[in-house]
């Protein structure tokens, strides 16, 4: 990745205050799918972490991972299958594989399914998000896929660093780039 692409990535990044009563800022990532030229590089970007470990298919939870996942798939030239959360929607009219994800950043605890008949026994899955605070969905996504998981792909990894090397997460910033 180059270092254009990191600034870019920080200039169109920005924290919000949501105000009282709240006591946290609210990242604002809109910037990122505004810029053309940071579009245009993240697929590859966010490809390079694992290109050399060959994914055969590009998996990612709802909602901004079906944005970055297949831009990644492309890079790869490898398919692309959506990790559905439960409830959000209805019901799948077809087999699913479903897995619970530990307590996100808000406690909350989640399941994340995936089609079960677009993922082979013998798949190499690569798990795109944009944002990895805690690891709950790549956790819960590894779980769901098994030895076919390869690792993460992000683009912010603010996970403790023992969190980073259980789950292999690779990312093109990390949360203290991002710092207000």
């Known amino acids: 990745m180059t270092d254009d692409l990191r600034d870019r990535l920080r200039r169109a990044f920005r924290w919000t205050d949501p105000g009282p009563p709240s006591d946290y800022l609210v990242s604002d990532r809109s910037g990122w799918w505004r810029d053309p030229v940071i579009l245009d590089a993240l697929g590859p970007a966010l490809a390079d972490l694992f290109r050399s470990d060959r994914p055969t298919v590009v998996v990612s939870p709802e909602v901004t991972g079906f944005l970055l996942g297949p831009l990644v798939a492309r890079a790869l030239r490898v398919g692309f299958v959506e990790a ?66 390869l690792g993460t792909a992000a683009i912010v990894d603010e996970c403790p660093p023992p969190v980073t090397a259980e789950l292999t997460i690779r990312a093109l910033l990390t949360g203290a780039d991002l710092d207000p």
Not at 100 to 125: I, K, M, S, Y
């Open 84 to 149: 559905y959360r439960a409830g959000a929607r209805r019901a799948i009219a077809e087999e699913m594989i479903w897995a619970e994800v530990p307590a996100d950043h808000r406690g909350d605890v989640q399941h994340l399914g995936v089609r079960r008949r677009l993922l082979a026994e013998d798949d190499r899955v690569l798990v795109v998000d944009d944002w990895a605070s805690t690891g709950a969905q790549a956790r819960g996504l590894r779980t769901l896929l098994g030895a076919r998981y």
